[in-house]
């Protein structure tokens, strides 16, 4: 800052204990602006803008290509002082100048907030303060956004999970393994226990241990190329099971509360998680289950609780907000929010398959 501008600075006021914000929510806040002697302003302004980017780069011999993608979900702007011919700036007194502001999160389909090396989802207040003859200053803090549409756009969230796995054992383990596992349902909330309940039976002639693995798969998409990043999020080992024996195993996998809530409702970002179980079988290939879950935003658990039945589609949410907000940025409905550019959603993940190998991806990870 100048010598003449002391502090320039945006807050905001949180709505709830987890400090997190949804669709329909009012944002209020203001900005404080200090100055030590009078100070000429061509324009002060508040923004609230929400956005999703991913931005990437690949060698391909001695050529670097740079892949990026954009989507804008919206944008508004407040001014506090506008010159609109920029000839009678406003002088500003000394001292501390408090601009308070207020906008509407639209009621329209968003992805929760989202950081990764390579892409990001950020819902952000930029305050500007623009003066003759210099840069324009700029401060900015972000919002967490939980989106209810991630949510409402997958179905069979309470449905309950099956699958079954045999395998005859080959070289230096003879007999068979056998397990059959059930998931009380798909989705969770952040904190949230994971009961796998398993039939095992062992039929080898060495011991087996069932194990856990919760895994996140983040995909990136830009000018028809995707990118994939996977990291194990938690292991866990159940009891040995012995040869020749059978048993019903109850495994409880606490979600972390920390883990990000699954993105399925943007274009340019996947955040998706699996739960692989599978038998250790020592000198033979570990036969294994997986299973497709979505976790969900914990900031929302009470909805659900206090919400009355609803499909599994809907999961008891549904959008909500003041109708008649005494607000910047939030005139007449909007309609549902879609990329700015002409690109298209990223089509199936098959239809990459002309593409060189994607970085850090193991087949145990599809």
């Not at 404080?32 to 324009?43: A, M, N, P, Q």
């Not at 002639?205 to 693995?213: D, T």
């Not at 690109?343 to 994607?358: E, I, K």
């Amino acid at each position: 800052m100048s010598s003449t501008v002391k502090r320039l600075e945006v807050t905001y006021n949180p709505v709830n204990d987890s400090n997190t914000f949804t669709s329909g929510d009012v944002i209020t806040g203001q900005v404080t602006l200090e100055v030590l002697k009078d100070c000429e302003i061509d324009s002060l302004y508040i923004k609230f803008k929400g956005k999703a980017e991913v931005l990437w780069t690949e060698r391909y011999g001695q050529t670097t290509v740079v892949y990026h993608s954009k989507d804008k979900y919206f944008s508004f702007k407040q001014y506090f002082i506008r010159d609109a011919n920029l000839k009678d700036p406003s002088v500003v007194a000394p001292g501390i100048h408090v601009y308070p502001f207020s906008f509407q999160i639209p009621s329209q389909e968003m992805p929760s907030s989202f950081k990764a090396d390579t892409g990001k989802i950020v819902y952000l207040l930029e305050t500007g303060l623009s003066r003759s003859m210099r840069v324009t200053k700029k401060e900015s803090t972000k919002i967490n956004f939980a989106s209810k549409a991630d949510i409402n756009c997958v179905s069979g969230l309470m449905t309950p999970q099956h699958e079954s796995k045999d395998k005859k054992m080959k070289l230096f383990t003879s007999g068979s393994v056998a397990m059959e596992v059930d998931l009380e349902k798909s989705g969770f909330f952040q904190g949230e226990g994971l009961k796998v309940l398993a039939f095992i039976k062992n039929d080898s002639s060495r011991e087996i241990k069932p194990k856990y693995c919760l895994y996140r798969k983040h995909s990136f998409f830009a000018q028809g190329r995707r990118r994939v990043h996977t990291k194990d999020l938690l292991k866990e080992v159940g009891a040995p099971i012995p040869p020749s024996a059978a048993e019903k195993v109850t495994q409880i996998i606490t979600i972390p509360h920390d883990v990000e809530p699954s993105i399925h409702n943007c274009n340019i970002i996947k955040a998706e998680h699996r739960l692989r179980v599978y038998l250790d079988v020592k000198y033979a290939s570990d036969p294994e289950i997986k299973f497709e879950i979505v976790i969900l935003p914990a900031s929302q658990a009470s909805l659900v609780e206090s919400a009355p039945p609803t499909t599994a589609a809907g999961f008891g949410f549904e959008p909500f907000g003041n109708p008649n907000p005494p607000v910047w940025g939030f005139g007449p409905p909007q309609p549902p929010a879609g990329p700015q550019s002409s690109d298209q959603p990223p089509p199936p993940y098959g239809a990459y398959a002309m593409y060189p190998p994607m970085y850090e991806y193991d087949n145990k990870y599809h």
